[in-house]
């Protein structure tokens, strides 16, 4: 069994999402493409850890990993 949440997007969200962005030229290939990328982002977005109050300072809660090659600058 799964531990990701079940998101559900419908066609007909997507659709309307490209439409607000403006993307008139989107096919249902690039619709459907929107619609996978929409699940993908909802699901990141529900681990992200959040901060106990706006008065919080999120910098507590993020780090920056470190960089590949060990340099300083």
């Keep these: ?3 990701e949440p079940d998101i559900a997007v419908s066609n007909a969200e997507a659709e309307a999402f490209t439409r607000r962005l403006g993307l008139t030229w989107a ?3 690039d619709t459907a493409r929107m619609r996978e990328a929409m699940i993908t982002i909802a699901r990141a977005g529900l681990v992200v850890p959040r901060v106990t109050s706006k008065f919080v300072q ?9 960089r590949a090659n060990g340099s300083k600058d």
Excluded at 58 to 66: G, I, K, L, R, Y
């Design 1 to 3: 069994m799964s531990d």
């Design 27 to 29: 096919t249902a290939e």
């Design 58 to 66: 999120p910098a507590f809660v993020f780090s920056v990993a470190p």
